[in-house]
């Protein structure tokens, strides 16, 4: 099996070998979070006997990227593609194309807005960060200001992890003021020079959510630096990470929403050999997330899902 | 009385480009060009039988298109000596203003793809503007233009991507197939006019003579009472109607203006250019060449992900085949 | 008689902190050549680029043929009959012969496109016309210096200027070309028309001008009629003192050791089989005619271009030299022709010009500058070579063309070299630095150097050379002995070879 | 005719720019930045209580660091009239190899800081072999580089952030707090020596008098006798050290090496050294505005993000600030 992410075996299993070859395009391939969705993807790779490739444009802002790497991935005329749209639109004429050829197409990450795709495979955002947002609320006591930190200002994950806070907080916590929302580009340097911004310009802050991995670790880092004691300041954040973790056991972060890639990229990998099969399969897999602290964090059920 | 009567008369040893030397040596130029896009085709044709298909090759001229005609334009900018940084977030910009032509304020087709364009020349006015009559160094004068391009994307967009709702046939102009069967976009047909139009535009105009001249003494050029003022502000114009043009194809292509994004494309055209044979210092260079260097990048970046390279090793490969293919022109320069 | 056909009055132009032209006058009659001269630095360029429109005065009317002018740029002043040639070449090298003549005047065919036929037959039409062999369709940068400055003319020429003015058009060129040129000159000054000629050279102003104008420290000091006016006297308004009229340079027949012997020196472009000895104490002129090699001899020997075959023989050992950097290593020093791409750092102040070669010498500890040192050596040389400048913190851009040359010489003698090469040492020098140039050069080989001195000026060479190395088409033709050297056989080595390099 | 015998005297015309002037110009020069840079830190002062506070002036600094050490030694580089785009992911890489040598390689604290100190400098030296003896122009020999980095740097970290679990000490390079109380970190101590160093490597030694030289005419310089090709090679060498340092700054703020990012990063410093005065043409420049233009960038992002103006503007307003800064400084030239 090709295990190693797009090993050139693949493409002789693509050229017509028994194997089936299935082209994974995601939002990304940097961060840790979708190096933990490919992980899970080679594991079910190797489970179920098929060649797999995995890819995403350099950042979520790069829909043009995407595009043309959805492209060269249904001219290698695989058995099925997992794609996870940073613009379902964007990608339209693509994905017809693939139906045209009879290629399924499973979504994964986020929901792909069309018929094509066979089953999503996914984490709702939005209710994700409303949790975090109702985790901040009870730990300020539903009472102050709020900043957040959100990796990007376009992509759905960033949209929908910004808005779910925020509208949880407009809905049920009037005493919650959101000060401000700055975007880093879930970049940890300018992360936490923007945190530190934003804390300069509010000394009385409660609370900081990032969005993501970077962010949230960015705000960390803000923290530290300015050397605000252990609960002056609460930090939720999103994802897992070694950083994130760290910081949540030593108690300068409350906690964070963390998603479950492995299980994601699993998923996605499982479902496109059912389709290439030609079984049923649901519209859509919840594959479900977990608000972690540092009392939980070392659970099995949470273990297993978080990435060092 | 002749000057040469009084001198020995020039002898083969005296190994001076003449005319026709000079037109060999242009040729040969794209030549090596041409030769380094062959080798990489034919190298990844038999990595991967994926590779030499028609449905392949019309992916890589798709893929070439936007970026390729960001690199037409600004091959003009770059023949003067020098730089637009702009073109990839400007080109973001236009595609947002189709959107808000379009979509926002329900301009009829023509009128938003029109107005797109234009916008993007505009974008070129101010670049040239502030290159020729402030005397701000295109580098800087362009960095500022690309993030205030940037910056204006998000702002005019509300940080949200716009959809042609109004105008369906708005994916058309990149889409839509022109000959039955083959799916050979319209969007590749435009840029193959794109490049014509600006072959004839550097080679046969005055426009062209005169983007040669101030890249090759642009003191010389003022002194030979050319109005170089007016003449760089029409060549950034120039490259910003590339840039109108590239923003209405990319935004077609996507079927939305994505108002994100573009930041590291003016790199990618710049690297195509240069790639071709035309000099960072100005005053050399050619249509033909830019193309050869934009399908040169297209074809290693389609290639790579065929044969499944890792995808962080593409980036190494990429940038060896710039310096490789730019060692390769340097040295056939010198040798000449 | 009628009013002048071009006439200055009261001229004043001021750069920061340098008065370059104070209440000047000038006047051009029509069918004249009037010879402007002064020393490096007197203000002729500034005056002429005040005429052409590419400086504005401070003070100052211009009449031309009695109506004045208001001059508001180069290619107004091209429009009102005004044609200037610039010192400094202004040619785009990228571009064609044609394309460079007729810039911002091309020819179109249907009002869109350039035709390239109709550009290049008009071209070869001007070129007929002038009598100047030269392709339209080739490439400027290729060309020698020599035809580059016949592009300029031609182009110059090409405007039916009225007044046509030429800053030292002749630096560059030999005596065959400068006889072309001055045929030029004649053909073009009829009865409506007039040239201001600007040159160092004394001797062409008695073959070509009716008149001369001097200008000294930026003021006027006189014009005199050519015909009736010696030499000595025009040399003495310009500069203010006797120049001592031209010598031989005395043999000595003491056999001295050999510092430098080059060997079979060849080149892929031209050299070939070039074989000389250099004697310690003496200066060896290299006459030849343009492009005859002697540049590429030079650059061949401090490894700025690539030899293909020769040996090179330093104090009797054998080196190998693979750029200028490991020649200024065994004390060769190059001193380059082309004085503003190859000579001068224009943007830096004069010390730090003077100093650029020499400057591992002003090092201390942990490779700090010694500022001080710098700054004395570079007051000493300002003064030993009289080099017109305020300090030495000016930038090298703002002293006139004779004054960066000295610059350069500065350059080189601060480096303390065994062996000099001096590529046309003296041009754009007025005559009054020249002679303190030849000074220098006698004083250096005096001192125990070995100088070789490139100079397309017969005289020169004649007057400095202890021995006359004389080339054509790539080859050494001869050698010869400072008494046994005249202007003519020189120019038959400088010639031996016709076409196709057969001997003749 | 009377001989005249009187030697031409100096006379008083001739009050022309002296020592004292050149330097009070030159000085004047850095005053204007630094007058935008004193015009702006007012405004922010002024529109929010929150930004002229010790705290956040020392956000400031701690945010300039890096930026500011890559611009620092990218000053040398484009003095000599080159670029170097491969500062942002040479920084990325550096970082990266600093995680290899101390948590995988376990090398002790010192010598995993000078291995990737010492990496970058070796970056620097194929970038200077590249352009000075391959003849690549700096910019795509530069740009090649910038892909290659990031590739690398992903390939070797195995696309992971490398944590330094066996150094802990390795934070405290940027984090420690050097003055009690005030949290002043080592970092900008740091910062400052190395704003030293390089002011003094520029100006009184002889690096910087070649540097100076082969930006003001390279050819000229060469046939002085200057090894150029080898001052080259060690001028991109010093430029590739401070990628390295700040490599390690960055890696030790974040307690960890990052494989990613970095890409932009040569823009920014690129654009703090032209807003310093310093000239892309090459020639001109120092190490003070260098200073200025990485302090005015870094006290905009800080003071708009502190007077909150929504994100999208901040980018039009950098790119505002650079064309006016630049413009200024231009316009000061020619009136000088
Ligand atoms: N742009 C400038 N800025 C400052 N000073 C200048 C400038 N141009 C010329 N000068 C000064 O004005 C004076 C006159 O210079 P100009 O070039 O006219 O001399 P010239 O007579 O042509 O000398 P040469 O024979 O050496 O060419 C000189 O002192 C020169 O240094
Ligand atoms: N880099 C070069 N490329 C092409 N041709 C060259 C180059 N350098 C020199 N030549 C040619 O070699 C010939 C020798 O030129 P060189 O400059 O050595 O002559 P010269 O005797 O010094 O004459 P002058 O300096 O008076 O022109 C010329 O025809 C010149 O055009
Ligand atoms: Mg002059
Ligand atoms: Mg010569």
Not at chain 1, 21 to 26: D, E, K, N, P, T
Request: proline share 4%; with cysteine; glycine share 10%.
């Amino acid at each position: 099996g090709c295990s190693s992410g797009g090993s050139t075996g693949s493409t002789d299993a693509a050229a017509g070998g028994d194997t089936p070859y299935v082209a994974i395009v995601s939002k990304g391939f940097q961060h840790q979070f979708w190096q933990a969705v490919k992980q899970g993807a080679e594991q079910a790779a190797d489970e179920f006997g098929v060649e797999i490739t995995f890819e995403g444009p350099d950042t979520e802002a790069d829909v043009d990227q995407q595009i043309q790497m959805l492209q060269t991935a249904l001219d290698k005329q695989p058995a099925a593609v997992g794609f996870a749209a940073l613009d379902s639109q964007a990608a339209g004429p693509l994905l017809q194309q693939a139906q045209d050829a009879g290629i399924p197409v499973v979504a994964f990450d986020s929901g792909v807005d069309s018929d094509i795709p066979v089953t999503t495979a996914a984490t709702d955002n939005k209710a994700a960060a409303a949790e975090a947002a109702k985790q901040m609320a009870e730990a300020i006591g539903g009472e102050g200001k709020v900043a957040l930190v959100v990796h990007d200002q376009t992509s759905v994950t960033g949209v929908d992890r910004r808005d779910g806070f925020v509208e949880y907080m407009e809905e049920n916590e009037p005493g919650i003021e959101i000060v401000d929302i700055q975007y880093g580009g879930g970049d940890q340097a300018k992360s936490a020079d923007l945190a530190k911004a934003i804390i300069a310009a509010n000394p009385d802050l409660k609370g900081i959510y990032g969005s993501n991995e970077g962010s949230a670790i960015g705000v960390v880092q803000a923290v530290k630096e300015l050397g605000l004691q252990p609960g002056q300041l609460t930090v939720v954040g999103f994802d897992s990470g070694k950083a994130q973790i760290d910081a949540i056991k030593d108690g300068l972060m409350l906690g964070a929403i963390t998603q479950n890639p492995v299980g994601i990229g699993y998923e996605t990998v499982k479902a496109a050999v059912a389709a290439i099969d030609g079984e049923e399969l649901p519209k859509s897999i919840d594959t479900g997330y977990f608000w972690y602290t540092a009392d939980n964090i070392d659970d099995p059920e949470i273990a297993a899902v978080l990435y060092e | 009385m002749t000057l040469t009567t009084e001198t020995p008369t020039p002898k083969p040893a005296e190994a001076r480009p003449n005319a026709a030397r000079g037109a060999l040596r242009g040729s040969l130029q794209q030549l090596l060009a041409f030769a380094s896009l062959i080798v990489i085709v034919i190298f990844f044709s038999i990595a991967s039988p994926h590779f030499f298909t028609t449905a392949n090759i019309i992916s890589i001229f798709t893929a070439a298109t936007v970026t390729g005609t960001l690199a037409l334009g600004t091959t003009f900018v770059i023949i003067t000596g020098g730089i637009d940084l702009s073109i990839g977030t400007g080109m973001i910009l236009c595609g947002v203003m189709a959107g808000v032509f379009l979509t926002y304020w329900g301009w009829p087709l023509w009128a938003g793809v029109l107005g797109a364009v234009l916008f993007g020349a505009l974008i070129g006015v101010v670049n040239g503007f502030n290159v020729a009559v402030l005397k701000i160094p295109p580098f800087i004068a362009t960095l500022g233009m690309m993030l205030i391009a940037a910056g204006l994307a998000l702002v005019i967009s509300g940080t949200k991507p716009i959809y042609f709702k109004e105008t369906p046939d708005f994916q058309s102009i990149m889409n839509l197939s022109i000959i039955p069967g083959v799916r050979f976009p319209l969007g590749v047909a435009v840029f193959i006019v794109l490049i014509v139009l600006s072959a004839l535009l550097l080679s046969k105009t005055i426009v062209g003579r005169y983007t040669f001249s101030i890249g090759s003494n642009e003191a010389a050029t003022a002194l030979s009472g050319v109005n170089v003022v007016k003449w760089k502000i029409i060549i950034y114009t120039i490259s910003g109607l590339f840039v109108g043009i590239a923003g209405v194809l990319s935004a077609s292509r996507l079927s939305s203006a994505q108002p994100t994004g573009g930041m590291g494309l003016e790199l990618e055209a710049i690297a195509a250019v240069v790639i071709g044979g035309t000099s960072l210092q100005g005053g050399k260079g050619s249509i033909v060449g830019t193309v050869i260097g934009a399908l040169i990048m297209a074809v290693l970046t389609n290639g790579l992900r065929i044969i499944s390279v890792p995808q962080e090793w593409q980036s190494v490969a990429v940038g060896l085949v710039i310096l490789i293919a730019v060692y390769l022109d340097m040295l056939r320069r010198r040798s000449a | 008689m009628s009013a002048p056909l071009l006439e200055v009055v009261g001229a004043s132009k001021s750069f920061p902190g340098v008065k370059a032209l104070d209440d000047v006058h000038l006047d051009l009659r029509a069918g004249e050549v009037l010879a402007l001269v002064g020393e490096n630095g007197a203000g002729k360029s500034t005056l002429m680029k005040l005429l052409s429109g590419v400086y504005t005065p401070d003070e100052g009317e211009f009449f031309l043929s009695g109506e004045q002018l208001a001059i508001t740029g180069p290619k107004q002043a091209q429009e009102l009959g005004i044609s200037i040639i610039h010192q400094e070449f202004n040619l785009m090298p990228d571009l064609t012969i044609a394309q460079n003549i007729f810039i911002g005047r091309e020819p179109r065919s249907g009002g869109v496109f350039l035709s390239e036929r109709s550009l290049n037959r008009k071209t070869r039409e001007l070129f007929d016309r002038l009598g100047l062999a030269l392709d339209p369709s080739e490439v400027v940068g290729g060309l020698t210096v020599a035809k580059q400055q016949m592009v300029e003319i031609a182009k110059a020429l090409s405007y039916n200027a009225r007044v046509l003015i030429m800053d030292e058009p002749t630096a560059a060129l030999n005596d065959a070309e400068v006889d072309t040129l001055f045929d030029l000159i004649r053909r073009f000054t009829t009865p409506t028309t007039g040239v201001i000629y600007i040159s160092h050279r004394m001797h062409e102003l008695r073959q070509i001008s009716d008149r001369i104008t001097v200008l000294r420290d930026g003021r006027y000091v006189g014009t005199v009629e050519t015909a009736t006016t010696p030499t000595s006297e025009v040399i003495s308004l310009m500069v203010g003192r006797e120049i001592v009229s031209e010598q031989r340079q005395s043999d000595e027949s003491a056999p001295r050791e050999t510092v430098l012997a080059v060997e079979g020196l060849s080149t892929k472009s031209l050299l070939k089989d070039v074989s000389f000895e250099l004697r310690k104490g003496e200066i060896l002129g290299f006459a030849g005619l343009m492009g005859a090699g002697r540049t590429e001899v030079a650059r061949a020997i401090v490894g700025a271009d690539r030899s293909e075959s020769g040996t090179i023989t330093l104090h009797g050992r054998p080196v190998v030299i693979n750029n200028p950097a490991e020649a200024a290593k065994l004390g060769i020093g190059y001193l380059s022709e082309d004085r503003k791409q190859l000579g001068v750092l224009l943007e830096r102040n004069v010390r730090e010009n003077v100093v650029l070669a020499s400057l591992s010498e002003y090092i201390g500890a942990l490779g700090f500058v010694k500022d001080k040192k710098i700054e004395r050596t570079a007051r000493e040389y300002v003064t030993a070579l009289r080099i017109k400048t305020p300090s030495t913190s000016q930038l090298v851009k703002n002293l006139s063309g004779g004054n960066q040359q000295k610059v350069v010489i500065a350059k080189w003698l601060a480096k303390d070299c065994d062996v000099l090469i001096f590529d046309e040492p003296t041009r754009g020098i007025d005559v009054g630095a020249k002679d303190e140039i030849y000074a220098l050069l006698n004083q250096l080989a005096a001192g125990g150097k070995a100088i070789i001195m490139i100079s397309s000026e017969l005289p020169e060479v004649l007057r400095l050379s202890h021995r006359v190395a004389v080339m054509c088409e790539g080859r050494l033709t001869a050698v010869l002995e400072n008494a046994d050297a005249t202007q003519e056989n020189i120019m038959d080595y400088a010639t031996r070879f016709s076409a196709y390099g057969t001997v003749k």
